[in-house]
């Protein structure tokens, strides 16, 4: 069993920044990959990044390049956000995710993953 609990989320005006945190816990030695999903009212939950915690490959959604980094304290089991450039469009919570499996293909389908924390709202105010 893992535990994942995202914080950091908040309001903030277009333009601005947030960093968002996911902190893992439990059987942490069966997770390959970590990501960072978002879901907005009405919608599919969507994918917005991802890191291997060996080696720290890291994958980003088109609308997060250049804008969103993701990186990892493995000494510490957690895994960041940080958001810049935000736009009302990334309005939405925010949700970490773990896939066990060691093998990358689909990581950016939710159902790949295993185990998801409980999100954590970010809203952007134009």
């Known amino acids: 069993q893992v535990q994942l609990v995202e914080s950091g989320g908040g309001l903030v005006q277009a333009g601005g920044s947030l960093r968002l945190s996911c902190a893992a816990s439990?059987?942490?030695?069966?997770?390959?990959?970590m990501a960072w999903f978002r879901q907005a009212p009405g919608k599919e939950r969507e994918f917005v990044a991802a890191?291997?915690?060996?080696?720290?490959?890291?994958y980003y959604t088109d609308s997060a390049k250049g804008r969103f980094t993701i990186s990892r304290d493995n000494g510490k089991n957690t895994v960041y956000l940080q958001m810049n450039s935000l736009k009302p469009e990334d309005t939405a919570v925010y949700y970490c995710?773990?896939?066990?499996?060691?093998?990358?293909?689909?990581?950016?389908?939710?159902?790949?993953?295993?185990?998801w924390g409980q999100g954590t709202q970010v809203t952007v105010s134009s």
């Open positions: 439990g059987r942490t030695f069966d997770i390959y990959t």
């Open positions: 995710a773990g896939d066990k499996d060691r093998r990358m293909y689909g990581r950016a389908d939710a159902r790949k993953y295993d185990y």
């Open positions: 890191i291997r915690w060996s080696g720290g490959n890291t």
